[in-house]
């Protein structure tokens, strides 16, 4: 019922985890493995391994999350590593997430991929909010353009870019316009609203260590936002490029409201640092439940159906 075609390949469903959560070692990539999730991502990587912001970097908070871990992963190769045996053994694509500090190395990141055997689905990340004194690339726009335009003169594998959540209509427009000028096979709408401050009441404290508090917001705070930027990217982008949702799904109803909007893979951060791999069989199961009451008997038959009030 929840069978979902991305690319060339039919996943039993289309629940991920999103980069970042539960997939920064092999052992947490092997228990999305033997979860429910329909697909896998890997923490976005650099060349070499960083050890990320000092602790506390993440804090559950009751309608969300907040984070500043600073891309902490264990550099390319590992994740590589991972990859090719993980292609040995599994028909399904395995989606690569990479995320360069600088264009230079972007683009090598994407050369040692290039270079490589893998076969899977690579996601260069252009958001991360939490590394200091390194903004958030997809809100520069022209240098957005220069390092797609860099990349696909020598990429060929399938891409997809993992963008931040965007608040203006114009912003959409412009965006849009310079995505639609590229052989991307997705976007992934959103990575988490940046720079977000939480404070605990009773200390008056802030609740992670880096940048004075502030940090990326995840959960259910972000699903308003995370709606708009998928329709706001369906409605834009050219049919060849897909909508991963990703942003405050928590239950089989946001996962379905993602799906109206029209994304096709759907990515689950905050919920999955809560609860563990297990939430991917409750996701699925309460989202075949509002189909079977509304009468669909698959996803296709509603994507990107989302009624408008005339
Ligand atoms: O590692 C992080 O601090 C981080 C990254 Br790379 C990202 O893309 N999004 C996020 O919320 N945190």
């Not at 990320?52 to 970097?57: A, K, L, M, Q």
């Not at 360069?100 to 990340?125: D, M, P």
């Not at 109206?260 to 999955?272: P, S, V």
Request: negative net charge; contains cysteine; proline residues 6%.
């Amino acid at each position: 019922m929840l069978k979902t075609t991305f690319l060339d390949y039919t996943y039993a469903n289309p629940l991920m985890n999103a980069s970042g959560v539960h997939c920064m070692t092999m052992e947490e990539l092997d228990q999305l493995v033997d979860s429910k999730a329909g697909a896998l991502i890997t923490k976005s990587a650099t060349m070499a391994a960083r050890a990320g912001n000092p602790e506390p970097r993440y804090s559950d908070v009751p309608l969300g999350s907040i984070n500043s871990m600073g891309l902490p992963n264990h550099g390319i190769d590992y994740y590589l590593d991972y990859a090719l045996n993980y292609q040995k053994n599994q028909q399904a694509p395995l989606f690569f997430s990479v995320a360069g500090t600088s264009v230079q190395e972007n683009l090598q990141l994407l050369q040692k991929i290039q270079e490589s055997e893998f076969n899977g689905i690579t996601e260069l990340n252009l958001s991360c909010p939490n590394v200091p004194g390194k903004p958030q690339v997809a809100y520069d726009f022209p240098l957005t353009e220069e390092i797609l335009t860099k990349v696909f003169s020598f990429f060929t594998k399938p891409l997809g870019v993992k963008l931040p959540p965007y608040f203006d209509m114009a912003h959409f427009d412009q965006m849009a316009a310079i995505l639609n000028k590229f052989p991307l096979v997705y976007v992934n709408s959103i990575n988490s609203i940046g720079n977000g401050l939480y404070i605990d009441e009773q200390s008056d404290e802030v609740v992670i260590r880096p940048k004075g508090g502030f940090g990326g917001i995840g959960g259910e705070y972000v699903k308003p936002t995370a709606l708009a930027n998928v329709r706001g990217f369906y409605t834009r982008l050219n049919p060849e490029i897909k909508i991963i949702g990703t942003g405050g799904i928590l239950t089989g109803q946001d996962a379905y409201e993602h799906l109206l909007c029209g994304a096709t893979m759907l990515q689950i951060g905050t919920q999955l640092h809560k609860e563990g791999p297990a939430i991917f069989e409750r996701i699925n199961n309460e989202l075949e439940e509002i189909m079977k009451k509304k009468g669909y008997q698959t996803i296709d038959e509603f994507r990107g159906k989302l009624k408008t009030i005339d």
